[in-house]
């Protein structure tokens, strides 16, 4: 695998969310490639900063991508969440 990456893993943990609200956290790490704690720390970052809400739903969790946020860069932030989403194809 390269050494570094476009995208940060915030953003491909989000991208994620964005096309499979259902993931586990195991799916999310293994297609990421970082540990599940490190998704774990990420989606609290993204909870926490009210781009991602959380659902349990029985045993698993269901997200919901909030597009409406803004990118947090202040290179991007004149983007939405909905922009990076929609440049991937992903949008519902």
């Known amino acids: 695998m390269p050494s570094w990456t476009f995208l940060s ?3 491909h943990v989000l991208l994620c969310l964005a096309a499979d609200p259902d993931h586990r ?3 999310i790490a293994e297609r990421v ?3 599940e704690r490190g998704v774990q ?3 609290a970052d993204l909870i926490e900063g009210g781009y991602v809400e ?3 739903v029985g045993r698993r969790n269901h997200y919901t991508v909030h597009p409406e ?3 947090r ?3 991007e932030a004149h983007h939405r969440v909905a922009d990076l989403v929609a440049a991937f ?3 519902k």
């Open 9 to 11: 893993n915030h953003a």
């Open 25 to 27: 956290l195991h799916d």
């Open 33 to 35: 490639g970082i540990t």
């Open 41 to 43: 720390l990420i989606l």
């Open 54 to 56: 959380r659902e349990r």
């Open 69 to 71: 946020g803004r990118l």
């Open 73 to 75: 860069h202040a290179l």
């Open 89 to 91: 194809g992903l949008e």
